[in-house]
């Protein structure tokens, strides 16, 4: 019996404070609330993905960058459990690592082989990038199935969209020619004209690639990460928890994973933190 591998997404644009990170933490958390097991992957040397959920950087023990480095490190050995939700925690050393990836053979390809051996372990794994194009994003690109691009409310939204694209159109001719756009989502929406215009050039550019869904702005969803805490486990009555929920509706139905049927009832979890990790 083949046993099944499960999508991986990569919550990619290189524009800064689009809500790429916050996308990354709160989605993963939503689908995880859905009796679905989540890996989440922090590919950012800044490391806010592992800090949003709660890891302090400074106590962390093994990383990403040990699974790019070192080929015989055990995967395993840089997971930290949670309930439901398990991450692969990032820090600064990262970027070093990225400036080794320039004398490594097949760098970009390390992440996308390394991956595998977990893909029928977890029903999806969610990866936040950097906000840049080099080594890092490539990797993510060559890991993933599918990639979720965030665009903000704002008169530049859509500027960098065909930068990232022509950057997914060569992954796809080269190294992955698998990877597709699972969605565009709206976030930071507010009841403005510039966001009601970005929003209708997105449904004329993207149609039905368009998440029906928009992340609203919300003060919640702005404290949350500061306080080490999903939306879920800082404010689940919010706006923010009920975006999420809803953008975990729509993930689930175009990925054809887990069920639905309880999906938006789920407004006051019971939740626990990220823990430890192996040593």
Not at 107 to 119: D, T, W
Request: charged share 20%; hydrophobic share 40%.
């Amino acid at each position: 019996m083949e046993t099944k591998l499960c999508p991986i997404v990569a919550i990619a644009n290189q524009k800064g404070g689009v809500g790429k990170t916050t996308s990354a933490i709160n989605l993963a958390q939503a689908l995880a609330l859905q009796d679905l097991k989540i890996l989440l992957v922090d590919l950012d040397p800044q490391g806010n993905a592992t800090q949003g959920v709660g890891i302090p950087l400074e106590s962390i023990h093994a990383s990403i960058s040990d699974i790019i480095r070192d080929r015989n490190f055990v995967v395993e050995g840089a997971i930290y459990k949670g309930d439901g939700l398990d991450l692969i925690p990032a820090t600064p050393l990262l970027s070093r690592v990225e400036r080794e990836m320039t004398s490594m053979t097949n760098s970009e390809l390390r992440l996308s082989q390394r991956l595998q051996v977990l893909r029928s372990q977890y029903s999806l794994i969610v990866i936040d990038t950097p906000p840049t194009f080099g080594p890092l994003m490539n990797s993510a690109l060559n890991a993933a199935t599918q990639i979720i691009v965030p665009v903000d409310s704002s008169y530049f939204a859509l500027m960098g969209i065909k930068e990232l694209m022509a950057e997914v159109e060569e992954i796809q001719r080269g190294t992955n020619p698998t990877l597709s756009v699972l969605g565009y989502l709206l976030t930071l929406a507010d009841p403005t004209n510039i966001a009601n215009q970005t929003w209708d050039t997105l449904i004329s550019s993207f149609g039905s690639a368009v998440f029906e869904t928009k992340i609203r702005r919300s003060v919640k969803l702005k404290e949350a990460p500061a306080l080490g805490k999903t939306i879920f486990h800082h404010a689940p009555d919010s706006v923010g928890a009920q975006d999420y929920l809803g953008l975990a509706h729509e993930v689930m139905t175009r990925l054809g994973i887990g069920e639905l049927s309880s999906l938006l009832n789920q407004t006051k979890p019971t939740l626990s933190a990220i823990q430890g990790g192996c040593k």
